[in-house]
T-cell receptor, first 114, second 118 residues
Framework: AQSVTQPDIHITVSEGASLELRCNYS??????LFWYVQSPGQGLQLLLK??????LVQGIKGFEAEFKRSQSSFNLRKPSVHWSDAAEYFC????????????FGGGTRVLVKP | NAGVMQNPRHLVRRRGQEARLRCSPM?????VYWYRQLPEEGLKFMVY????????ESGMPKERFSAEFPKEGPSILRIQQVVRGDSAAYFC????????????????FGPGTRLLVL
């Protein structure tokens, strides 16, 4: 069975500073990886996804993520955080063998200080 | 292009009542997924449906919960005889189905229905 771990429950970052959110997955074959963002009281918005190919993936809102098979990781990064990036971020893994269902990590809540 | 629509956005029920949550997928999408998010937790898969078919219900509680996606109309998640532990946000996602079952589909999420059981 696949699983996803987001080790950081909360992260506080200053506006303009860089941000990195960690995601580790467990799955026996090649996973499909996603990052979603959820603002308070809202649904999930897809930031980026990795299916195959280039391991550095560019997403919306200036985010990028790098797939590292050797570390079973898919960390999300942003060079310069804006106040509007305050939200909860979820990493998810899907797998062909799992029939499309996504397994989510517990989420990382990001607080942006002025 | 309308995204995934869910209604109601908020639903309050007393213990023992029934809750019906509706989901209209994105235009052109024929696959629907339901997830539940308990307070302070991540999302957990419940059920995956195509039109008139349940594909995977491995995440659904065995009792009181059911889901359908009829040929016409929205997908419905039904919870009978609700209990306080059912209080959660219920999210619907949809995908196009164009991968034909061979590859992972990208899922697009609705705004969720927040169910409160008193």
């Amino acid at each position: 069975a696949q699983s996803v771990t987001q080790p950081d429950i909360h992260i506080t970052v200053s506006e303009g500073a860089s941000l990195e959110l960690r995601c580790n997955y467990s799955y026996g074959a090649t996973p499909y990886l996603f990052w979603y963002v959820q603002s308070p009281g809202q649904g999930l918005q897809l930031l980026l996804k990795y299916f195959s190919g280039d391991t550095l993936v560019q997403g919306i809102k200036g985010f990028e993520a790098e797939f590292k098979r050797s570390q079973s990781s898919f960390n999300l990064r942003k060079p310069s955080v804006h106040w509007s990036d305050a939200a909860e971020y979820f990493c998810a893994v899907g797998a062909k063998a799992a029939g499309n269902k996504l397994t989510f990590g517990g989420g990382t809540r990001v607080l942006v200080k002025p | 292009n309308a995204g995934v629509m869910q209604n109601p956005r908020h639903l309050v029920r007393r213990r023992g009542q029934e809750a019906r949550l509706r989901c209209s997928p994105m235009k052109g999408h024929s696959h629907v997924y339901w997830y539940r998010q308990l307070p302070e937790e991540g999302l957990k898969f419940m059920v995956y449906l195509q039109k008139e078919n349940i594909i995977d219900e491995s995440g659904m509680p065995k009792e009181r919960f059911s889901a359908e996606f009829p040929k016409e109309g929205p997908s419905i998640l039904r919870i009978q005889q609700v209990v306080r532990g059912d209080s959660a946000a219920y999210f619907c996602a949809s995908s196009s189905g164009l991968a034909g079952g061979r590859n992972q589909e990208t899922q697009y999420f609705g705004p969720g229905t927040r169910l409160l059981v008193l």
